[in-house]
């Protein structure tokens, strides 16, 4: 009792302080004092163990079940004129050492993710004489960088929307009030409430009503930096013929993606687990591949008319995810969603177990050593596999600090050495790659005394290097 009445308190104390930002729309005060309310009243159900329930193939749908997509250009047509493609493009590339949005860093032939992006729509459009568009939902942090770039794609056969997820004001742990009205200027007093604020904000910058009013029916969700999720005509025709109104693409789990969110039934709806959510006592079940064997690629696939009747309605009650950090030396506490986890406030919801090529996410330098070789070409935008690799996991690859930075990366490679037969990699130190290498099996390259150069042309394979003599 005493907790709910210091909660309102809290609340009570707020309101006034959040009233009085005028940076943000009333929409965002709102929803904010809401997201606040929710946290404080502590309404997140522990989940109960031992009622989770792996899910079927009815709920988590493999790909290879799915009816092959019409083969006829005018039904083809006649589906993807019901699509709309949005990517999440909130983020930075400050951890890759990049200024602006992520969307912008190169990943192959001089392209940024943002390019292949429209490129790939074009295509589909020129080809099917389709009008599938783009919305690209931008934080106040890549909002103003976006804007100009979009206007190089103005002569493209695509029509892009932008629109901002929602600015909601941290929250001073101290004394629960918000930090900008404590004087810290600038962006510095403001965040993005995660990617579950994609349905409010689609909602509230009126582009929801706007798609559905030119006959959009889905809208497939997913990551800017996900290269692998590309328009997939089979997962849109089965959503369509089952009047599945959410689709949640997973993908098997390797030892890489323990930590990656997946997919239970829970009291007769399929809904998703975070390691957040799960009881200490059961982590390391939660990261065994034998128990959980899927995890959530964040392409997501959402009925548009389902959207707005939940907004509405005020029915999306994600998770709460609780972010601590630290800004100016000042406690502070940020309130975030996640939009995979509204999948279990729509009806008739799946899953649909993909191929791992739809997961190829650019999240370090590393992964962008896979993507710029010959593990891969680029064919109208599409990132493929080469098929001369048989296994079908991608090589380990993890460099030093001295690669963290995108710039630092591409002047320590003359050219990316070929990986085809590459198990694994592991960089350390200052080391520096010539032109036309070939790297095979397990290697380690350490640089132990001072700069190390591996010459051009060298093959190198199941070897640990330390020095020049190893070579």
Known sequence: MAAAVASDAKLEKLRPAVASLDQISENEKTGFINLVSRYLSGE??????????????????????????????????????????????????????????????????????????????????????????????????????????????????????????????????????????????????????????????????????????????????????????????????????????????????????????????????????????VPDEHVSEFKSIEKFKIFNTNNLWVNLKAIKRLVEADALKMEIIPNPKEVEGIKVLQLETAAGAAIRFFDNAIGSNVPRSRFLPVKATSDLLLVQSDLYTLVDGFVIRNPARTNPANPSVELGPEFKKVGNFLSRFKSIPSIVELDSLKVSGDVWFGAGIILKGKVTITAKAGKLEIPDGAVIENKDINGPEDL
């Open 44 to 277: 997140a159900d522990q989940i109960e163990w031992s009622k989770i329930q792996t899910p079927t193939d009815e709920v988590v749908v493999p790909y290879d079940t799915l009816a092959p997509a019409p083969e006829d250009l005018e039904a083809t047509k006649k589906l993807l004129d019901k699509l709309v493609v949005l990517k999440l493009n909130g983020g930075l590339g400050t951890t890759m050492g990049c200024t602006g949005p992520k969307s912008v860093i190169e990943v192959r032939n001089g392209f940024t993710f943002l390019d292949l992006i429209v490129i790939q729509i074009e295509s589909l459009n020129k080809k099917y004489g389709c009008n599938v568009p783009l919305l690209l939902m931008n934080s106040f942090n890549t909002h103003e960088d976006t804007q100009k770039i979009v206007e190089k794609y103005s002569n493209s056969n695509i029509e892009i929307h932008t629109f901002n997820q929602s600015q909601y004001p941290r929250i001073v742990v101290e004394d629960f009030s918000p930090l900008p009205s404590k004087g810290v200027a600038g962006k510095d007093g403001w965040y993005p409430p995660g990617h579950g604020d994609v349905f409010p904000a689609l909602t509230n910058s009126g582009k929801l009503d706007a798609m559905l009013s030119k006959g959009k029916e889905y809208v497939f969700v997913a990551n800017s930096d996900n290269l692998g999720a590309v328009v997939d005509l089979k997962i849109l025709n089965h959503l369509i013929n089952n009047q599945n109104e959410y689709c949640m693409e997973v993908t098997p789990k390797t030892l890489a993606d323990v930590k990656g969110g997946t997919l239970i039934s829970y009291e007769g709806r399929v809904q998703l687990l975070e390691i957040a959510q």
